[in-house]
C-alpha cells in the first residue's frame, strides 16, 4: 500500500473544510498548491478520480457510473471501471487515513463496488462514513445545500447498513432520519422534497411513517402536488377500509380545490388528474364533478397564444388545377380529377426525419376537453412536425379543390339531374344518396358553405362503408348480451389499406375527418357539434386559413384499390 503523501492529505482535509458536495472538494483540490513529486501527483489524481465520479442507484444495485455533466475537470476516469489497481490502493490508503467523514464514506464506498478488501468492512466503513458526515452537513454555512446532501448521505448509508445486515446502524440511521424529518416539518422554510426522501427512506427502513406522512400532508396543504404526493405515501401504510377511503377522497378534493382556484391549462391539468384519481380510486361523486368542470373547458380558455399565418398558394397552383378540369371531357371525368393524389405528403420521408429540430419536435399530450383523460402519444406516435406538414399539404389540397370545383361550375354549369348523373353509382352511390350528395355541390357553388359540410359528410361515410363492405368485416355478430355493431367512420378509414386502399390515403382520411389530436378532425367538429360554428372554406375569406369544407368533396372520389379497381 502506498504512504500516503502529507501535503496532498492536507491539501484534501482544506478542500473537504464546509463543502457540501464531492465535486466543490475536487475543484479546490485540483488548485491546491502541493508537492511536486510524481507520488503526489499520482495520488491527486486518484483522490480526483474518486471524487468526480458519480453514484447511481441504491442498495446492493448502487455504483457508480461516470461523471457529473459540465464537470470542470476534464482528462479523469470516467467510469468505476477505468480506475487502475495503483488507484485503488490509493483509496485504499486514504480511507484510512482521512478526518472527514464525508471523503471517507466516499471512498470506502467505492472501494466496496470495486471490489476492493473485505466487503462487510467497506460497507461498515461507508455507512458509518455517511451518517458522521450528515451531521456535519447539516451545520455547514450552505443550508439547504447541506441538508439535501445531508439527506443522501443517510439514504446511502441506510441503503448499505440495510444491504450487509448491520443492525446497529440501521438503527442509527432510522434515529437520525426520525430526528431530521421532525426537523424539516416543523420548519417553515424547508421545501416537500427533502421531506418527500426522508420519508421514502424510512419507509425503506421498515419505519412506520404514517404520523410523518399526515403531518407533511397538513404542512405541505398549500402545495396541491406535495400534498398528493404525501397523501398517496400515506396509502402505503394504512390498511384498506374506511381510512384508506378518506385519503383517497382528500386525493381528488384536494386536486379540485386547487382547479377552483386555478386558471388556464393548470386548471384543466388539475381537473383531468382529478377525474383520472377519481375513477381509479371509484369515488363516481367526485369523478362527475370533475367531469362537469372539464366540459366547460374550451380550447382558448387554456391560456395559450394561437400562432397563424395567412395561406396563400401560388397563383400558377391554383392556374394548374383550373387547367386540369378544363382537359376533362365531362362532368363526370372532371370531379373525378378533384381527387388529387395526396400520397406525396403522407409518405414517409426517411430521409427527412431530423429536418428542423427545436420546438415543433416538443413531444406533447392531447388535451380532450370533452373528456376527463389527458393522453400522451405512444412512443412510436408520428412526429408531430411531420404530421404538421401533412395537414398543411391538406390545407393547400383545399384551396386547389376549391379553385377546381368553382371552375367546374364555370365550365360546366351543371344542374341538379346532372350532378346526380355524374355522382351516381350502382353500388356504392345510388340515385337518393347521389341526390343527397349533389345538394352538398350545389350548396357549395352557393357559398353556403357550413351546408355544405352538414350535408356531404354522412355521405362520405356511407360510400366508404359500401365501398369496404365486400372486402374486409365492417359488422360484429351480437354475442350473448352483448349487441353487434357497425364500424363507424373512424374505423372503416383504419380498415382501408386491408382492403386494397393505399395507406396514404387512409391516412389523409384520418387526419382530415376523424384525428381530434392533431387532425382537421372535420366530421367530428362539424358532425359532432364539437365547436360551435362549422368552419366556412379558407379560399372564401379574407384570412385565407385552413381550408377543411373545401376539400370535402375530395375525399368522397376514394381513389381505385389496388390491385383490381373499383366499380
Given amino acids: 500500500m502506498p504512504q500516503v503523501e502529507p501535503s496532498v492529505l492536507g491539501a484534501l482535509m482544506e478542500a473537504a ?41 441504491t442498495g446492493k444495485a448502487q455504483g457508480f457510473t461516470g461523471t457529473l455533466p459540465g464537470d470542470p475537470l476534464k482528462g479523469r476516469s470516467a467510469s468505476l471501471t477505468e480506475v487502475t489497481a495503483d488507484q485503488l490502493e490509493i483509496w485504499s490508503a486514504y480511507a484510512g487515513a482521512v478526518s472527514n467523514p464525508f471523503v471517507r464514506g466516499r471512498l470506502h464506498h467505492l472501494l466496496l463496488v470495486a471490489g476492493h478488501g473485505r466487503k462487510p468492512d467497506r460497507a461498515r466503513g461507508a455507512a458509518a462514513g455517511y451518517l458522521d458526515a450528515a451531521a456535519l452537513l447539516l451545520a455547514a454555512p450552505e443550508r439547504v445545500s447541506g441538508l439535501l446532501r445531508a439527506t443522501e448521505c443517510l439514504r446511502w448509508a441506510g441503503d448499505l447498513a440495510r444491504a450487509f445486515n448491520q443492525k446497529d446502524l440501521q438503527k442509527r440511521v432510522t434515529e437520525d432520519m426520525v430526528a431530521l424529518v421532525d426537523r424539516v416539518l416543523a420548519d417553515t422554510e424547508d421545501k416537500p422534497g427533502i421531506a418527500d426522501r426522508l420519508l421514502e427512506g424510512l419507509r425503506v427502513q421498515r419505519y412506520d411513517i404514517t404520523d410523518f406522512a399526515e403531518r407533511a400532508a397538513r404542512r405541505y396543504a398549500s402545495d396541491v402536488h406535495a400534498r398528493v404526493g404525501f397523501l398517496k405515501l400515506l396509502l402505503q401504510e394504512v390498511a384498506p377500509g374506511p381510512r384508506r377511503t378518506d385519503i383517497d377522497t382528500q386525493i381528488v378534493s384536494a386536486l379540485l380545490d386547487a382547479a377552483d382556484a386555478d386558471t388556464g391549462f393548470r386548471r384543466h391539468d388539475l381537473l383531468t388528474r382529478a377525474a383520472t384519481e377519481a375513477r381509479d380510486r371509484g369515488l363516481s361523486e367526485l369523478r362527475a364533478r370533475a367531469e362537469m368542470a372539464l366540459q366547460q373547458t374550451d380550447p382558448d380558455s387554456l391560456g395559450w397564444t394561437r400562432l397563424r399565418r395567412e395561406l396563400s398558394p401560388p397563383s400558377g397552383l391554383s392556374d394548374a388545377a383550373r387547367a386540369h378540369i378544363d ?40 388535451i380532450n376537453t370533452a373528456g376527463p383523460v389527458q393522453v400522451t402519444p405512444s412512443v412510436d ?57 349533389a345538394h352538398a355541390f350545389r350548396y357549395f357553388w352557393l357559398g353556403e358553405f357550413d351546408a355544405a359540410a352538414c350535408v356531404a359528410l354522412p355521405q362520405v361515410e356511407q360510400i366508404l362503408r359500401q365501398l369496404l363492405r365486400p372486402r374486409v368485416p365492417i359488422v360484429s355478430v351480437a354475442k350473448g348480451h352483448t ?25 389523409a382520411l384520418e387526419l382530415l375527418l376523424v384525428d381530434p389530436d392533431r387532425g382537421m378532425n372535420l366530421r367530428n367538429n362539424v358532425c359532432h357539434g364539437l365547436i360551435d360554428t362549422p368552419p366556412s372554406t379558407a379560399s372564401r375569406s379574407s384570412s385565407r386559413q385552413r381550408c377543411t369544407c373545401s376539400a370535402t368533396p375530395t375525399a368522397i372520389e376514394l381513389p381505385r384499390p389496388s390491385p383490381s379497381p373499383a366499380p
Fill in 483 to 507: 349487441p353487434g355493431t357497425v364500424d363507424q367512420l373512424g374505423g372503416l378509414i383504419r380498415s382501408m389499406p386491408a382492403a386494397g386502399y393505399p395507406a396514404d390515403w387512409s391516412r
Fill in 381 to 437: 406516435a408520428d412526429d408531430n412536425y411531420a404530421v404538421a406538414l401533412q395537414v398543411l399539404a391538406m390545407d393547400f389540397l383545399g384551396h386547389l379543390t376549391a379553385d377546381q370545383l368553382d371552375r367546374i361550375q364555370e365550365r360546366f354549369v351543371p344542374d341538379e339531374a346532372e350532378l346526380i348523373t355524374a355522382l351516381a353509382h350502382e353500388t356504392v352511390l345510388p340515385g337518393p344518396r347521389a341526390r343527397t350528395l
Fill in 327 to 366: 382537359a376533362a371531357v365531362d362532368l363526370r371525368d372532371a370531379l373525378w380529377r378533384t381527387a388529387h393524389d395526396v400520397h406525396p405528403a403522407m409518405r414517409e420521408q426517411a430521409g427527412d426525419a431530423h429536418v428542423l429540430e427545436g420546438l415543433l419536435r416538443i413531444p406533447r399530450t392531447r
Fill in 17 to 57: 473544510k464546509d463543502a457540501v458536495s464531492y465535486e466543490a472538494i475536487a475543484v479546490v483540490l485540483a488548485a491546491a498548491d502541493i508537492d511536486t513529486t510524481t507520488a503526489a501527483a499520482q495520488q491527486r489524481d486518484a483522490l480526483l478520480a474518486a471524487l468526480r465520479l458519480r453514484l447511481s442507484g
